[in-house]
């Protein structure tokens, strides 16, 4: 992979925070997600949030977005916050920096591993979501189909993330036969128990190719089997920019809540639940902080800039 650049907020190097009873640090690098931890159950960025990013940023802290959502979501995000800089998205398939839009990683899949999951999300009568790097094209994703428009009707789930979602799509009727390329990361939509039948089926179809996890996005009503290839994850694109800024997985702290933030709470020297996390996220965690409607990351802050 190649090493992204550094954020764009210059690292300390001399603050330590505290975790409970045992020290750690000193952090110089602060990842956090942004559905569910940044933003809260009404997708709102809070004032003391602003304000809590802020104070880590003034104390040396440099800070990351590491996000499953498409680029161009997260650029007005980045810009509340004060986030310049390399931006991990997609659940660590693209890092791009703001500013000039610049790719700094695109993930790719090994040969025949993205037909290998396009046939059995056909075959399951299910929809295929798939990612190029095609922000300056001024669309996002691909789809066979839009609701209400010619050919098939898109299955319900998907339905409801392609008609919020339809000025950024780019239909391709025969999408599962010849995607385009450069296809960096996918999805498709349905309810908990088929998502993780698919989840199970690809990844025994297609092993050590793959790096699959099962979410439900607080925007929709049904849950995603997102696809990457093997080994892309948020933490996968924060290590790299992290290296590349000389900052060891010591020195990072990693905060979110739901699976796919699973791999850099546990390799980040101090990784924070918030309130509202998932069961499984809260117990690989080191803390557990309020949830995100309760200030969780004004208390991050503070962890990591008094000292107490």
Not at 72 to 94: F, H, K, Y
Not at 154 to 161: I, L, N, T
Not at 185 to 211: H, I, K, N, V, W
Request: hydrophobic content about 45%.
């Amino acid at each position: 992979m190649h090493a992204p650049e550094t954020p764009a907020d210059e690292p300390a190097s001399d603050d330590t925070p505290d975790r409970g009873a045992e020290a750690v640090g000193p952090i110089r690098l602060l990842v956090l997600d942004i559905d569910g931890t940044v933003s809260n159950s009404r997708h709102e960025i809070e004032d003391a949030t602003v304000a809590a990013v802020a104070r880590v940023r003034a104390a040396g802290i440099a800070v990351l977005l590491a996000t499953g959502r498409r680029y161009r979501d997260v650029l007005p995000v980045a810009a509340r916050l004060g986030v310049e800089g390399a931006l991990v998205t997609a659940s660590g398939a693209l890092v791009k920096r703001t500013g000039d839009h610049a790719t700094l990683f695109r993930a790719t899949f090994d040969p025949g591993a993205l037909a290998a999951v396009l046939a059995r999300i056909e075959a399951r009568g299910l929809e295929p979501i798939l990612y190029t790097d095609s922000y300056a094209e001024g669309f996002d994703f691909h789809c066979r189909s839009l609701p209400g428009g010619e050919g098939a009707e898109p299955p319900r789930g998907v339905s409801e993330y392609l008609a919020r979602n339809r000025h950024r799509a780019h239909i391709d009727p025969a999408l599962h036969q010849r995607p385009p390329a450069g296809v960096f990361a996918g999805f498709t939509m349905g309810d908990r128990d088929t998502m993780l039948d698919l989840e199970a089926e690809l990844g025994e179809a297609c092993p050590r190719q793959l790096s699959l996890h099962v979410i439900r996005s607080p925007r929709y009503r049904d849950w995603m089997c997102e696809i990457a290839p093997a080994e892309v994850t948020k933490w996968s694109g924060v290590a790299a920019i992290a290296a590349a800024a000389g900052i060891p997985a010591s020195q990072i702290c990693a905060v979110g809540d739901d699976v796919n933030d699973l791999p850099m709470i546990r390799a980040a020297g101090l990784g924070i639940a918030m309130g509202n996390a998932t069961p499984e996220v809260q117990a690989a965690a080191d803390l557990v902080v309020s949830s995100h409607d309760e200030g969780g990351i004004v208390e991050v802050a503070a962890r990591l800039v008094d000292r107490t």
